[in-house]
Nanobody
Framework: QVQLVESGGGLVQAGGSLRLSCAAS????????MGWFRQAPGKEREFVAA????????YYAESVKGRFTISRDNAKNTVYLQMNSLQPEDTAVYYC??????????????????WGQGTQVTVSS
């Protein structure tokens, strides 16, 4: 089992940047592929980005490709989401999620077994 805690959210102007972090508990972090999802008010939770267990593979939603970068540091049990060129439509609660022993790249929320509590990102126009 793994526990996830996100941080780094906040209020930013359009065109700005934020870096989200997700710290995982335990000594088995490298066994989990990781993902970032987001959920805006009144909308379903949607896939943002994912990374394989060894950082070798990354995956992005079309809406964030070229602007967001997912990375992980297995020594620090942490996954990151660097978000650049933020737009108001990026406003949402952002969640990290863990997928045990997966090769990575899954995009459906139900495929992930563990979730963090979320961090709010608000982009003003």
């Amino acid at each position: 089992q793994v526990q996830l805690v996100e941080s780094g959210g906040g209020l930013v102007q359009a065109g700005g940047s934020l870096r989200l972090s997700c710290a995982a508990s335990g000594r088995t972090f490298r066994r989990y592929a990781m993902g970032w999802f987001r959920q805006a008010p009144g909308k379903e939770r949607e896939f943002v980005a994912a990374i394989g267990r060894s950082s070798g593979s990354t995956y992005y939603a079309e809406s964030v490709k070229g602007r967001f970068t997912i990375s992980r540091d297995n020594a620090k049990n942490t996954v990151y989401l660097q978000m650049n060129s933020l737009q108001p439509e990026d406003t949402a609660v952002y969640y990290c999620a863990a997928d045990y022993l997966s090769m990575g790249g899954r995009t459906a929320p139900y495929e992930y077994q563990y979730w963090g509590q979320g961090t709010q990102v608000t982009v003003s126009s």
